[in-house]
């Protein structure tokens, strides 16, 4: 089946640890993305990529670091320059090209604890 | 600067009934207007879009209503079902590249 995998699902930190969230889709989609989710803020954009090899910041990006080296996987490093990474972190996926939906296949998400 | 904004945190109604989640729009570039439905602990799972160019798409017992002039947009749930309660996220593209922009969310209970 077709999708997006996020690993790990549940994950605890040290101050002044960085941490890497991975998320992988076999779904064929260009473009790959990176929210995060804290309650009652909505789904915030940190960063996104619409081509391997390119990615850009979105709204909330300081303290977050990507890499796009293949089609498939978007990892996102949470640093130690987060203030605060306690949150729920979720990797997204879509087409890009003709007709233009803009919709976004989710994981099922990643929730990073700081101790 | 909020530019998608959801601005009831929670809606209950009794089951059967019709739900009506409300969201507006600040920015005039926004073409493309999505509704996405997410369970605690889980990611978000597209529920149904409409174009600008539209003003109603229907989807079963979904249907969203979009008022341009207004910058306005609905979701109408009807009937409503205990399985609808969610959080429910508006969302809106636009431009060149294909990022969403997300309100707060309306948490919806149906209540049997």
């Known amino acids: 089946d077709g999708g997006i995998t996020q690993s790990p699902k549940y994950l605890f930190r040290k101050e002044g640890q960085n941490v890497t969230l991975s998320c992988e889709q076999n779904?064929?989609?260009?473009?790959m993305y990176w929210y995060r989710q804290d309650p009652g803020q909505g789904l915030r954009l940190i960063y996104y990529s619409q081509i391997v090899n390119d990615f850009q910041k979105g709204d909330i990006a300081e303290g977050y670091s990507v890499s796009r080296e293949k089609k498939e996987s978007f990892p996102l490093t949470v640093t130690s320059a987060q203030k605060n990474p306690t949150a729920f972190y979720l990797c997204?996926?879509?087409?890009?090209?003709?007709?233009?939906?803009?919709?976004?296949?989710f994981g099922e998400g990643s929730r990073l604890t700081v101790l | 600067d909020q530019q998608v904004k959801q601005n009831s945190p929670s809606l209950s109604v009794q089951e059967g009934r019709i739900s009506i989640l409300n969201c507006d729009y600040t920015?005039?570039?926004?073409?493309?207007f999505l509704w996405y439905k997410k369970y605690p602990a889980e990611g978000p799972t597209f529920l149904i879009s409409i174009s600008s160019i539209k003003d109603k798409n229907e989807d079963g017992r979904f249907t969203v209503f979009l008022n341009k002039s207004a910058k306005h947009l609905s979701l109408h749930i009807v009937p409503s079902q205990p399985g609808d309660s969610a959080v429910y996220f508006c969302a809106a593209s636009g431009g060149s590249n294909y990022k969403l922009t997300f309100g707060k969310g309306t948490l919806l209970t149906v209540n049997p």
């Open positions: 920015n005039s570039m926004f073409d493309y």
């Open positions: 779904l064929n989609h260009d473009a």
């Open positions: 997204a996926s879509s087409k890009t090209g003709s007709p233009h939906t803009g919709e976004l296949f």
